[in-house]
């Protein structure tokens, strides 16, 4: 059974840079067809920020693909999230999500912008 668990800081000061990690277990991040960052606003729907493919190519959402970078480490089967320049609309619940056949979600971290 695969699971995916984000972790990170919970509070980011404006202009800094948030930066988070999904770790998975029972399946290699290799292997697995994309491994995505989708995240929740308060009061909004879900967002799709960007993904990286099972090649190591990465895709992003054009509204925020000049500050997001999505990339991984093999050797600890993880992969990782940085947003830069953040502001209090970047406050939302991050999760990450793993598609192979069947679709994966971390439980989602609570992520407040503030200073």
């Known amino acids: 059974q695969v699971q995916l668990q984000e972790s990170g800081p919970g509070l980011v000061k404006p202009s800094q840079t948030l930066s988070l990690t999904c770790t998975v277990s029972?399946?290699?991040?290799?292997?697995?067809?994309?491994l995505s960052w989708i995240r929740q606003p308060p009061g909004k729907g879900l967002e799709w920020m960007g993904l990286?493919?099972?090649?190591?190519?990465?895709a992003y959402s054009p509204s925020l693909k000049s500050r997001t970078s999505i990339s991984r480490d093999t050797s600890k089967n993880q992969f990782s999230l940085q947003l830069s320049s953040v502001t209090p609309e970047d406050t939302a619940v991050y999760y990450c999500?793993?598609?192979?056949?069947?679709?994966?979600w971390g439980q989602g971290t609570q992520v407040t912008v503030s200073s």
């Open positions: 029972g399946g290699s991040i290799t292997t697995t067809d994309t």
């Open positions: 990286i493919f099972y090649s190591g190519n990465t």
């Open positions: 999500n793993a598609n192979e056949i069947s679709e994966y």
